[in-house]
């Protein structure tokens, strides 16, 4: 069955290092893959989209990369702040019959000052 | 820009109640996207619709219903609740992906309706 796995684990990291969280999958061959960013009790937000042929993508201080050989994404935040504490998940999607996106469980990031 | 609106924000139901989630954009969007999301899990798609009229099975639409009678409403009726409905929905809506166009796929999420059932 399809499956996308981010790290449960939360992610602590100083300010104004950078945080790269991962998201990888199996059984799939998406048309593109998004992240967005989730707050505690609000709905996700988009960040960003990648194509399945297009290497990295990158917006202010956000950069992905799309690596569909390993089935991996990975998600970079530079010079992070604790603004950007939230969880972050991963989503993939592909135009079959529909659109369908499934995403993972997300990853939670805390950004101590 | 209100956006994707959803009604109410909190529910508790008793076992075997029925509701109805509401869920409205203002976006134009045709497609709208229903998902619910339990703790440590990633959203699963409930139901999608592709315009008005039209509507499919996502991942875990036991128990569900829906309708799309205008592009701007698609609400998400439970018929008989039952305790493994406890959890948190999302509302969502984007245009169609259009792929290779260059159109944006982004999905746009309202708030959720976090829902118990006991």
């Known amino acids: 069955s399809q499956k996308i796995e981010q790290n449960s684990e939360a992610l602590n990291i100083q300010e104004g290092k950078t945080a790269t969280l991962t998201c990888n999958y199996t059984?799939?061959?998406?048309?593109?893959l998004q992240w967005y960013r989730q707050d505690p009790g609000r709905g996700p937000v988009f960040l960003l989209l990648?194509?399945?042929?297009?290497k990295e993508k990158r917006k202010e201080r956000l950069k992905v990369t799309f690596d569909t050989t390993l089935k991996q994404s990975l998600f970079h935040i530079t010079a992070s702040q604790p603004a950007d504490s939230a969880t972050y998940l991963c989503a993939l999607a592909r135009n079959t019959g529909g659109f369908k996106t499934i995403f993972g469980a997300g990853t939670r990031l805390f950004v101590k000052a | 820009n209100a956006g994707v609106t959803q009604t109410p924000k909190f529910r508790i139901l008793k076992i075997g109640q029925s509701m109805t989630l509401q869920c409205t954009q203002d976006?134009?969007?045709?497609?709208m996207y229903w998902y619910r999301q339990d703790p440590g899990m990633g959203l699963k798609l409930i139901y999608y619709?592709?315009?008005?009229?039209i509507t499919d099975k996502g991942e875990v639409p036991n128990g569900y219903n829906v309708s799309r009678s205008t592009t701007e409403d698609f609400p998400l009726r439970l018929e008989l609740a039952a305790p493994s409905q406890t959890s948190v929905y999302f509302c969502?809506?984007?245009?169609?992906?259009?792929w290779g166009q260059g159109t944006l796929t982004e999905a746009f999420f309202g708030q959720g309706t976090r829902l118990t059932v006991v």
């Open positions: 619709s592709v315009g008005a009229g």
């Open positions: 969502a809506s984007s245009h169609p992906p259009e």
């Open positions: 976006m134009n969007h045709n497609y």
């Open positions: 059984n799939y061959s998406p048309a593109y």
């Open positions: 990648i194509r399945e042929n297009e």
